[in-house]
């Protein structure tokens, strides 16, 4: 039966008519020209990206249901998925691999969803209707692109990612906006290189789908530079301290979670062994290391924190071995962990308290206990035995012995260690055992306790027993790290950075500040440059504008003066005048002719 449009004086209700929907579904099936895939009805982001949208519309229950119940969702869809590529979907002469599930993308894609879940569960007191939202796109987008099989995937789900991360940023409130601005400005400045290398390489005779790139040609590099911005390298690295602080207590939990180890498995698939990777990531260590040993502000330290291990990763991205690489994503995992749970506490803290820097608290301890332990275990959790940091450091550090690289692998134990006192140490310190400023602070609510037990929880089972991520890691591994010399060597490491700190606290305190970093040449310079040349080039215009109107002054009142109501051309002339002025012209003119 035909549509009801088609008859005279009847209308159609899409609703109600079955052949528009046979229309409709015959278009977007197999059998259509637009093509897709049943297989990406299975896609996990698609599923977050889409409840994150619904979840904007919901408030109360509905809205923590739906945030609780789409992570594990997602973890099961993942979970049980063969692997493969999935989702052919045809693009311009293009086929794109939207969904691929391997070992390497299943790891990263369980994190995330992991931090979502765990993210949410913290995040229930949060009043911004925005905030968890935009996380649930953020993070759906970095599950996209770590299971993405072409560079076209990848890059949609990047610049969405950047789209998702500012928002959450933006939902920090107002102090936020230019935080916000200007790391949404560094991100698309990102993907337009990244963009601009995929094309070079596609347009070069180059494979869409993400393979090894051997970083021969200026496309190569220009995709490689993309990658590193996101991740937080020279001289791009500031944005990561700028930014990530400035959101809420719960915003930051999910920012430390995506963007960088999305840029860190991208470095993975796309350039594993490039030596270039290993000073590039032992600076980034080394810088991060310095900044959160003097800054002042908690949750900025742990964010130059981040640089440091992240830092670590690429570094060991660059040794390119399998267990090199296998200690990079596992140490990732083990990352998301601790570095989440750290900001747990510290996020409890400023719920509690509204200050932000060590020097403004200490002695929570007592009031807030629980929050405490948890935070002591977070720092911990960084490289002591019996925690997830323990058995994925060791990992990256055996590729470095292993490839005899002993100058990356002293580097490596100063930089392990250098980042427990600074970020471990320092903050737990300054923060809960500091001088008392009798502060007035309850215990974290029942929900951000819940959220710091599951994360520690994580930490101590993978710890404990290792197979738990051995297992999901993307080549065979054959290694055991509870052996009684790597056990007490780790021990006394901890133990003499233990001393190394208290010795050296009372410096500590009085370098706890904060430094200019790279950020302030188009934070602070780069303002006043634009503010000194628009000023400068407007005085000179205002003196053109001045020249200008004083001639055109002189004018008008040349012109009032001769033809002006009072003017000389104004009066009244007699005739006599008149026949004067006349023959006098006349003269003139009979003169001019005949001496012509």
Known sequence: MPCRASMPGSRCSLARCWWCWRVAWVAF???????????????????LILGGIVMGFLRGAPRVLLSLSLP?????????????????????????????????????????????????????GQRSRLEVPAAFVYGGAAVGAVLAGDWITLFLFWELMAIGSTLVIWAGGREAYPAAMRYLMVHLFGGVVFMAGITAHLVGGGSLRIEP???????????????????????????????YPRA????????SAFTTKTAVYVLMRGFPGAEVLIPIGLLMAGYGLIYALIENTARRVLAYAIINQVGFMIAGIGIGTEMALNGVAAHAFAHIVY??????????????????????????????????????????????????????????????????????????????AGVFLAAGLKVVVFVFFGESRDLDAEEAPP???????????TSL????????????????????????????FQLQLLLATTVVFFLLRGHLVKMLGSLIDIDWFYRTLGP???????????IEIREVVLVLMRGIANVLGSLRRHYGTRGVLARTWPSGSMVMWVALLLMMYLALFYLA
Not at 96 to 114: M, S
Not at 248 to 255: A, N, Y
Not at 467 to 477: A, E, I
């Open 29 to 47: 099936s197999d059998r259509g020209r637009m093509k897709m895939d049943a297989e990406l009805l299975h896609h996990p982001a698609i599923w």
């Open 72 to 124: 594990l969702a997602a973890a099961w869809l993942l979970w049980q998925m063969p692997e493969g590529i999935y989702g052919g979907v045809p693009f311009l002469d293009y086929t794109l691999d939207v969904l691929r599930v391997d070992r390497l993308g299943r790891l990263f894609a369980l994190v995330f969803v992991l931090a979502l879940f765990v993210g949410s569960v913290y995040a229930m």
């Open 213 to 243: 790139l051997a970083l021969e040609g200026v496309a190569h590099w220009l995709i490689l530079a993309g990658v590193l911005i996101n991740a937080g390298a020279f001289p791009f690295w500031s944005w990561i301290p700028d930014a």
């Open 248 to 255: 809420s207590w719960s915003g930051m939990v999910f920012l």
């Open 339 to 416: 570095k989440a749970l750290l900001l747990m506490a510290i996020g409890a803290v400023i719920v509690q308290t509204g200050k932000r820097d060590c020097t403004d608290l200490g002695g929570l301890a007592r009031q807030m206990p629980v929050t405490t332990g948890f935070a002591i275990f977070g720092a911990l959790a960084m490289s002591a035995p019996l925690t997830a940091g323990f058995i994925t450091k060791s990992l990256v550090l055996q590729a470095a012995a292993d490839a005899h690289l002993t100058w990356v692998w002293l580097a490596m134990m100063v930089i392990a």
């Open 447 to 457: 929900s951000q306790r819940w959220g710091m037990r599951l994360l520690a929880l």
């Open 461 to 488: 089972a993978v710890g404990c027993y290792p197979p738990l991520l051995y297992d999901l890691l993307p080549y065979p591994l054959d290694y055991q790290p509870y052996t009684g010399s790597h056990v007490v």
């Open 528 to 538: 006043r440059w634009v503010k000194v040349m628009v000023y400068g080039v407007s």
